[in-house]
């Protein structure tokens, strides 16, 4: 056990002594996050909104599952503050975050300024991961930068497909009567 909080101990920066702070900062940023995607006037049909949403929450939580039960690359602190301040991030945050992503590809209409966006967003998605891991909410152990970057990059490749042909089925023209 002392191993665990020697090693979680010297990768976590300044606020691992205030996890109710960290929490509360987590709390604020996903406020913050559902409130500005709320009050968002959206491309997306509501249908779109909550499989986007589920999606994305789905492939964080499943490779921070994987990370954390299988290969122990991520540890999340035994503490309560923390566990919640995860949680909120992998429910609330990056989802929203992914579902803003893709109401801003919608309506761009250059590949060079969807790629743009795309290198935008996987740059954000891989700060916060990596501010999570700053402030020790998900500590990575053995893990490489560029995993999340394609981790990132690979989440946004597979939630655009899925839209494309989300897309197509909910705006099909020729329903059956």
Request: hydrophobic share 55%.
């Amino acid at each position: 056990m002392e191993d665990h909080e020697q090693m979680i101990g010297s990768t976590i920066g300044p606020c691992r002594e205030y996890p109710n702070m960290i929490l509360l900062f987590y709390a604020i940023i996903n406020a913050a996050a559902v409130v500005f995607f709320v009050r968002l006037k959206k491309r997306l049909h509501i249908l779109e909104v909550m499989m986007y949403w589920f999606a994305a929450s789905y492939m964080y939580q499943n490779l921070s599952a994987l990370c954390y039960m299988n290969f122990k690359t991520l540890i999340i602190p035994d503490q309560l503050s923390y566990e919640l301040a995860h949680f909120l991030s992998r429910i609330l945050l990056y989802p929203a975050l992914i579902v803003v992503f893709l109401h801003v590809y919608l309506g761009l209409g250059s590949f060079l300024a969807k790629l743009l966006l795309a290198v935008l967003y996987i740059g954000l998605l891989t700060g916060l991961e990596w501010m999570d891991h700053w402030l020790g909410v998900v500590v990575h152990k053995n893990w490489h930068f560029w995993w999340s970057l394609v981790f990132w990059l690979s989440t946004l490749l597979v939630l655009l497909g899925f839209m494309t042909a989300f897309r197509k089925i909910l705006f099909r023209r020729n329903v059956p009567k």
